[in-house]
């Protein structure tokens, strides 16, 4: 099983970034998709959770609004588009795959917000 994610980066406060997560080894599509990130010094909160047939979405109250969830599931791959970005979304962003009891993380993509 793997899941990778991509599309970290430094960006400018206001600016957008997409996130993937491309997934292999099990039945992605069985999967619900989470977005989760880790500040330095903070908790791992999560951020955005999608249902296994995209039909229904979950944000954290801090990135309604600004951030969009989606996935392929032809693609195996899962999305975080990010916009208007602040200083505060300053962190390690892990996805997460998760279906009953079993759970797949990857390992993270930075993103940095700073002027």
């Known amino acids: 099983v793997q899941v990778v994610e991509s599309g970290g980066g430094l960006v400018q406060p206001g600016g957008s970034l997409r996130l993937s997560c491309e997934a292999s080894g099990y039945t992605f599509r069985s999967y619900v998709m989470s977005w989760y990130r880790q500040a330095p010094g903070k908790e791992r909160e999560l951020v955005a959770v999608?249902?296994?047939?995209?039909?229904?979405?979950v944000y954290a109250d801090s990135v309604k609004g600004r951030f969009t969830i989606s996935r392929d599931n032809a693609r195996n791959t899962v999305y975080l588009q990010m916009n208007s970005l602040k200083p505060e979304d300053t962190a390690v962003y892990y996805c997460?795959?998760?279906?009953?009891?079993?759970?797949?993380w990857g390992q993270g993509t930075q993103v940095t917000v700073s002027s």
């Open positions: 997460n795959a998760k279906l009953k009891w079993i759970n797949y």
């Open positions: 999608i249902s296994s047939d995209a039909g229904s979405t």
